[in-house]
Antibody, heavy 122, light 107 residues
């Protein structure tokens, strides 16, 4: 059974940093692209970043480019999101998500974690 | 980034009704289009990918169509368990943008 478990969320002051992690199990992690998607309270889904199987190719949305960095450690089956210069607009539930298709082509997401809540407030 | 626009933003329909939600991309995305269902307090579930391919385990009353810039999600006979918010998503060439969502309620 595929499991994705996020950690690292919490309360952070504006301007601060946070690093989210997603522990994956139940599938061959290194064979699938992975992504982060966030959802602000009462709002819709917003794609944040994606990463290829090897980690060589990364993609970030325009709203977080230069501020957030996605990475992965295939030896530990773990996905990360480094978030810097946080502002109130970054307050959201952050989900990690697994690609439907293995290999190197663009794919939608077939499994989602329950999310890590990030609150940016003074 | 590609902009995805869904309509309507919300709708109310009766059990058994045929429901259609449209999604328009700001540029051509071939068939790199997925639909998700999100029930309150739950994570999104993939319904359809490649514009018209039903994900395993999804009821056959759900169907998708379209290519290029215009897409449609159809529920052939609305059921009470279909009350949810539906999102389209493009996954074309290194972006994965979602539409703003369509909330489906029972009349």
């Amino acid at each position: 059974e595929v499991q994705l478990v996020e950690s690292g969320g919490g309360l952070v002051q504006p301007g601060g940093s946070l690093r989210l992690s997603c522990a994956a199990s139940g599938f061959t992690f290194s064979n699938y692209g992975m992504s982060w998607v966030r959802q602000a309270p009462g709002k819709g889904l917003e794609w944040v970043a994606s990463i290829s199987t090897s980690g060589y190719n990364t993609y970030h949305s325009g709203s977080v480019k230069g501020q957030f960095t996605i990475s992965r450690d295939n030896s530990k089956n773990t996905l990360h999101l480094q978030m810097d210069s946080l502002s109130a607009e970054d307050t959201a539930l952050y989900h990690c998500a697994k690609d439907l298709s293995s290999g190197g082509w663009y794919s939608p997401f077939d499994h989602w974690g329950q999310g890590a809540l990030v609150i940016v407030s003074s | 980034d590609i902009l995805m626009t869904q309509s309507p933003s919300s709708l109310s329909a009766s059990v058994g009704d045929r429901v259609a939600i449209t999604c328009r991309a700001s540029q051509g995305i071939s068939n790199y289009l997925a639909w998700y269902q999100q029930k309150p307090g739950k994570v999104p579930q993939l319904l359809i990918y490649a514009a018209s391919t039903l994900q395993s385990g999804v009821p056959s009353r759900f169907s998708g169509s379209g290519s290029g810039t215009d897409f449609t999600l159809t529920i052939s006979s609305l059921q009470p368990e279909d009350v949810a918010t539906y999102y389209c998503q493009e996954y074309y060439r290194g972006t994965w943008t979602f539409g703003q969502g369509t909330k489906v309620e029972l009349k």
